[in-house]
């Protein structure tokens, strides 16, 4: 079975776009110094839309895909909730959907499930030695992460009026 490919090289393969963008989108800076995944940053400079990452990947990259509609039902166990933040969900791009009973093997799905950096961070945090990353359009994981982590809003409390002397 030959390798697996990554997002770039099926993007590339697809003519989704060329080697050259692909080039300056992976030199660019990161807005913050961290770093951001892929898919995220050809997002961000218009070379591709997440449809398209969806469509490519759904093509050429040979895992399950999550429908829309289950993704709307699951909620994930509360240990592998609390590994990961709201923010951090969306900026990965990764909700997760299930662990195994005996705490070994998690599920997640990703709007790029090549990527082993992202998904092996989170297993580092949620302590689970084993993942599979599931595939999924980014408008529903988005809205599973809305649906499961709420909206994080602060509550600013107003200062009581200062009394005069």
């Not at 993704?71 to 592998?80: F, G, H, I, W, Y």
């Amino acid at each position: 079975m030959p390798p697996r490919k990554d997002l770039a090289s099926i993007l590339v393969d697809e003519d989704v776009l060329d080697a050259k963008d692909l080039e300056r989108v992976a030199r660019g800076p990161h807005k913050d110094g961290a770093r951001r995944p892929l898919w995220s940053a050809l997002v961000e400079a218009e070379l591709a839309t997440a449809e398209q990452i969806f469509r490519a990947l759904s093509a050429r990259f040979g895992v399950p895909v999550v429908s829309d509609e289950r993704l709307a039902d699951v909620t994930p166990p509360e240990t592998l909730k609390r590994a990961i933040s709201r923010a951090e969900a969306l900026v990965a791009g990764l909700f997760p959907i299930d662990l195994s009973a005996d705490g070994q093997r998690a599920t997640v799905v990703m709007i790029d499930p090549s990527d082993e950096q992202t998904l092996a961070e989170f297993l580092t945090r949620a302590q689970v030695p084993e993942g599979r990353a599931l595939l999924a359009r980014r408008e529903a994981i988005i809205r599973a992460i809305e649906r499961v982590y709420g909206e994080t809003t602060a509550l600013v409390t107003p200062l009581p009026p200062q009394r005069r002397k």
